[in-house]
T-cell receptor, first 115, second 109 residues
């Protein structure tokens, strides 16, 4: 069975460029999460969706970050313009979702480097 | 104060040893608790849930002390393949998880 799929797996870009990360959740899961992981701060929740609706975006660092989920099988996280401090691994995860907690399954991550 | 705190390690132990990790959380309203495992340059994966009564899965035992806001993970007879980072995870309700920064374990021959 396919797990959570993320693309690209690696992205190197220059400061000021737009970056778009993509995620396909596990089929049938109705909650989707975007996380960022750095050595200093660990794994941080940026935003999560339930049934394609953004529920909590309090973790989004600033207006340069935006996320969309146009349908149940696709989500994007966009950074515009990118900055070197955005360099991190970005994970997408999905679960069966609320109202009770269910295990979150993570994708392989996108390793972003902003020069 | 961080919401979930862990000793970053690394814990270097010989194969066959017993090792214990601890974690504290700050929000007393936290509802559920987990340990995730993350291998180097891989994604986190659920290792086990943590219940107040304590629970065991093979060589792994997890304990929760709500009064002290403390979670533990015990690994017995450690294997080389147990080398990884162990993330303490707290759920305050709904779907929102808060992750600790992880404890690194290295099991050596």
């Amino acid at each position: 069975d396919a797990g959570v799929i993320q693309s690209p797996r690696h992205e190197v870009t220059e400061m000021g460029q737009e970056v778009t990360l993509r995620c396909k959740p596990i089929s049938g899961h109705n909650s989707l999460f975007w996380y960022r992981q750095t050595m200093m701060r660990g794994l941080e929740l940026l935003i999560y969706f339930n049934n394609n609706v953004p529920i909590d975006d309090s973790g989004m660092p600033e207006d340069r970050f935006s996320a969309k989920m146009p349908n149940a099988s696709f989500s994007t996280l966009k950074i515009q313009p990118s900055e070197p401090r955005d360099s991190a691994v970005y994970f997408c995860a999905s679960s069966l979702g609320s109202p009770t907690y269910n295990e979150q399954f993570f994708g392989p991550g996108t390793r972003l480097t902003v020069l | 104060r961080k919401e979930v705190e862990q000793d970053p390690g690394p814990f270097n132990v010989p194969e066959g040893a017993t090792v214990a990790f601890n974690c504290t959380y700050s929000n007393s309203a936290s509802q559920s608790f987990f340990w995730y495992r993350q291998d180097c340059r891989k994604e986190p994966k659920l290792l086990m849930s943590v219940y107040s009564s304590g629970n065991e899965d093979g060589r792994f035992t997890a304990q929760l002390n709500r009064a002290s806001q403390y979670i533990s993970l015990l690994i017995r007879d450690s294997k080389l393949s147990d080398s990884a980072t162990y993330l303490c995870v707290v759920n305050r309700g709904g779907n929102k998880l808060t992750f600790g920064t992880g404890t690194q374990l290295k099991v050596e021959l």
